[in-house]
């Protein structure tokens, strides 16, 4: 049996993506929203700024932000990283009039910001596109970065609990590991749980 | 004289009071005696002119103190040597809270009027009260992570032992401050002229104390360029860092205070009436609808402290500067060179433009 597909180059099964546009100038704003019409983009105009950025990021929960580079709510945006509890969001800055180039070199590599020139409508979904890419990518690594550095401390963890053992109860290093391996699985713990809880008995004593 | 090597420059600055060196190094000549064109150009976020430095788009600006050391370390941008030669000024911020937060401070500590300056202890009632009613903490607004305002805004809350788990702290750019007062947005703000004396006179806010008030004589500007456009130009350095140390003599005097008030206020700088931008400038500090000025001599300080020059870029304070963002939590797991502090702030390059100054004088 055959579907008819109904779908034109709408990006199907893709979800929506809220940006949160922060310009003073109305009429650029007006050409993204357009430009982005048939898109997985759905622009929110934020005319900066006279309202309060935080709580239109908190209610918006954007996931993106385009923000002219010249707008004094970049200090905010800027300052976001630091709140522990936000969720970082790419950041495209635009820039009418600088060497965009310029400023993306010193704008810190791996940060989730990036600098293009003014938003032309034909552009600006290729740049979303790969702002997006970019982020992604850059936060993948953040995590694979966060888990390397989780195994390595587990694994520092272990080889300490093992020593322990070994000192302590006087096994060898093939022994100490198989009692802490069995008691894991007894117990239906993680080595590295196992481990730590050694420590702190072993340490004790 | 000398001959500079680039003579046509772009100077970047944030309009406020104390911009007032550049925007008289402009308006004065000095600049040009020195041998240099130089084009001052506006900025609307700390952020921005930072990275603009950074990149080569300006060839230097006025930066909040802690901005070079922070540039230096990659604090939140890509590490990049930014050097000071010359202190632009100390002093210049106050504390204002809204008139609301002012009026909880009356009635939560059944007070009918505050004593200037305010004791950061009469904000524990108020702390307390909305905890009990379950309202939202009280939110202070500061320009910059890396700046003075937020140091002084810290130090001036832990006065009262109230920290960052009582009150939120957040980044508002100066230009929106007294519109987030007035909105409810933030209770309290830290920033400097005119944004206080603005808050005053829309009768939207109560100055509590300045800058002046929580640390005496603290450098509050400087003079940021990067060490490599020094390297490839250290005349033009030399002429620039002359030519502003002339227009922070000039400062000086009070009447001439007055008039750089008038220089201020053109659109294309701070685009503000001299209602609002001279009384910090002559000494003046308003606090109140209601009430009269403080009289704080030095409220904004461009020249002279004690008898001594401000303007040296002296170890002790990168030091200093560095113990608060230290203290402020922002150094943890960064990981300090040695030399940091010998590496940003540059006296050697104040002293050689010293000599070049005499020989004028």
Redesign the interface.
């Known amino acids: 049996m055959r579907h008819s597909v109904l779908t034109n180059d709408k990006e199907v099964g893709t979800p929506e993506l809220r940006i949160l546009l922060i310009d003073d100038d109305q009429l650029r704003a007006n050409s993204l929203t357009s430009a982005l019409n048939n898109s997985r983009y759905k622009v929110i105009h934020l005319a900066s700024?006279?309202m309060?950025l935080?709580?239109q990021v908190d209610d918006i929960k954007p996931d993106i932000i385009v923000i002219d580079?010249?707008?004094?709510?970049?200090?905010?945006l800027?300052?976001l990283?630091?709140i522990s509890d936000y969720n970082p969001k790419p950041v495209v800055m635009f820039s009418a009039q600088?060497?965009t180039n310029?400023?993306n070199?010193?704008?810190?590599?791996g940060?989730s910001a990036y600098v293009v020139g003014d938003l032309e409508p034909e552009r600006v979904k290729p740049i979303l596109d790969a702002a997006v890419a970019r982020f992604r990518e850059y936060q993948k690594i953040k995590t694979e970065l966060s888990d390397t550095k989780q195994q390595l401390a587990s694994r520092n963890t272990i080889d300490q609990a093992k020593r322990l053992l070994m000192k302590k109860k006087n096994l060898s290093e093939d022994e100490a590991f198989k009692t802490m391996r069995k008691t894991a699985m007894d117990t239906g713990q993680k080595l590295d749980d196992v481990a730590k809880t050694l420590i702190s008995l072993l340490d004790n004593f | 004289m000398i001959t500079p090597e680039q003579t046509k420059l772009t100077l970047g600055f944030i309009p406020l009071t104390d911009s007032a060196p550049l925007i008289v190094a402009k308006n004065m000549g000095f600049f040009e005696q020195w041998g240099l064109d130089v084009k001052l150009q506006k900025q609307?976020?700390?952020?921005?002119l930072r990275?603009?430095l950074?990149?080569?788009?300006l060839d230097a600006a006025q930066m909040l103190a802690p901005m070079p050391l922070a540039s230096s370390l990659?604090l939140?941008?890509?590490p990049?040597k930014v050097i000071t030669p010359l202190v632009l000024s100390l002093n210049g911020n106050a504390i204002t809270l809204s008139e609301k937060l002012h009026q909880e401070v009356l009635k939560d500590n059944g007070i009918s009027e505050v004593t200037l300056p305010l004791a950061a202890y009469l904000l524990q009632k108020v702390i307390s009260v909305r905890k009990q009613q379950n309202r939202p903490k009280l939110k202070f607004g500061t320009?910059?992570?890396y700046s003075c305002h937020y140091y002084q805004l810290k130090d001036w809350l832990a006065s009262a032992n109230i920290t960052e788990l009582d009150v939120d702290i957040?980044?508002?750019?100066?230009?929106?401050m007294v519109?987030?007062l007035e909105?409810g947005?933030i209770d309290g703000c830290c920033v400097g002229g005119p944004w206080n004396a603005k808050a005053v006179r829309a009768g939207i806010g109560l100055t509590a104390l300045t800058s002046f008030d929580i640390w005496q004589d603290s450098p509050e500007k400087v003079l940021g360029l990067l060490e490599s456009w020094q390297r490839n130009n250290p005349t033009t350095v030399l002429a620039l860092t002359a030519a502003l140390k002339q227009a922070c003599n000039w400062l000086e005097s009070i009447p001439n205070r007055f008039e750089a008030a008038r220089l201020l206020s053109a659109e294309q700088y701070l685009d503000a009436s001299t209602d609002v931008i001279a009384p910090s400038l002559i000494g003046s500090c308003l606090t109140h609808a209601n009430l009269p000025p403080r009289a704080i001599p030095s409220y904004n300080q461009f020249s002279k402290a004690n008898n001594g020059s401000i303007n040296v870029p002296e170890y002790i304070r990168g030091e200093w500067l560095l113990s608060q963002m230290q203290k402020a939590g922002q150094l943890a797991g960064i990981k300090v060179p040695n030399d940091l502090v010998k590496n940003v702030f540059r006296p050697d390059i104040y002293q050689q433009m010293r000599l070049h100054l005499e020989d004028i004088s």
Do not use: Y
């Open positions: 700024p006279d309060a935080l709580k580079i010249e707008s004094p709510s970049r200090d905010i800027d300052s990283s630091t600088e060497d310029t400023i070199q010193s704008i810190a590599s940060v | 609307n976020s700390w952020s921005t990275d603009k950074h990149a080569g788009l990659g939140r941008c890509t990049t320009v910059f992570p957040m980044v508002v750019p100066p230009v929106n519109g987030f909105s947005e």
